[in-house]
């Protein structure tokens, strides 16, 4: 059985953020203890499995970190369609149905990939003093995002903050959230995105993702309000980098970037 594993958000290898992917037959999917020990094996932060349906949609999806399955993650979507893309299993829009419901994803034919995702509610709370504390940074606000990211939103002071965070990940771990959202508006001058951000999930095993397009969907209503623009860019600065588009529709965000194959390979095991 073949396994990809393909770098999200990026147009360059080893940027972004990486995923396994594993396109499986029709039918059932393999055992939850299976997925989820190829997941541990694959050792990434997400490794995606979906396979053919016959209605409904087009493709049944699950998400996988080294720790524990997932209920949304945008860039092992992003990964699974470019899969899909470029061995011409699918064109144009996929539909995929998931834990978060179905949800839509549209190629271009540069190879362009736009996921429709919901838009994160965000419900401001009394969290960021605890989470300030973990972080090692004042909290200028701090916000819930609802039941499918699962996740804490902080802004922070300035770009230069969020760089510079060195947090302590036992203590973020112990926070009451999947991980931990850092955000601030982009430093004066830039051009090329709006708004920076980080993520820390070490309670899912991932101690800072790459670039996490499920945090965007919050990202995305923040910064737009913010700012008075739908369309925006926001840059994850992880050690790899990428960039995320974000456009702002109501109740669902468009998630829009690029991806490259980088390992093509088989799983011996199989299935």
């Not at 016959?54 to 399955?69: N, Y």
């Not at 996490?212 to 980098?241: E, F, I, K, V």
Request: proline share 6%; with cysteine.
């Amino acid at each position: 059985m073949r396994i990809r594993i393909v770098d999200a958000f990026t147009d360059r290898p080893f940027a972004g953020n990486p995923a396994g992917v594993v396109l499986l037959d029709a039918g059932p999917f393999p055992g939850d203890d299976r997925l989820q020990r190829v997941a541990a094996e694959v050792n990434l932060p997400e490794t995606a499995f979906a396979h053919p349906l016959p209605a409904e949609a087009d493709w049944a999806l699950r998400w996988f970190t080294p720790a524990t399955e997932v209920n949304l993650c945008g860039h092992a979507t992003l990964a699974t369609a470019h899969v899909m893309h470029t061995t011409g299993m699918a064109t144009g829009t996929v539909r995929f149905t998931t834990r978060s419901g179905v949800l839509t994803v549209r190629t271009a034919a540069d190879g362009t990939v736009t996921l429709d995702f919901p838009t994160a509610p965000l419900t401001e709370t009394a969290d960021g003093g605890e989470a300030g504390a973990a972080l090692g940074a004042e909290v200028l606000a701090a916000y819930d995002t609802g039941e499918n990211v699962g996740d804490l939103l902080v802004e922070l002071a300035d770009e230069k903050t969020v760089r510079a965070l060195t947090p302590d990940l036992a203590a973020v771990a112990r926070l009451p959230h999947r991980g931990v959202i850092v955000t601030a508006r982009a430093a004066e001058g830039n051009g090329t995105y709006d708004y920076v951000s980080r993520f820390f999930g070490p309670a899912v095993g991932i101690d800072e993702d790459p670039v996490t397009g499920s945090a965007h969907t919050a990202l995305a209503p923040l910064w737009s309000a913010r700012l008075g623009r739908d369309t925006l860019t926001g840059l994850q600065a992880s050690a790899r980098t990428g960039l995320v588009r974000t456009t702002l529709r109501g109740e669902r965000t468009l998630l829009t970037g690029r991806a490259v194959t980088v390992v093509d390979g088989e799983l011996l095991t199989g299935l």
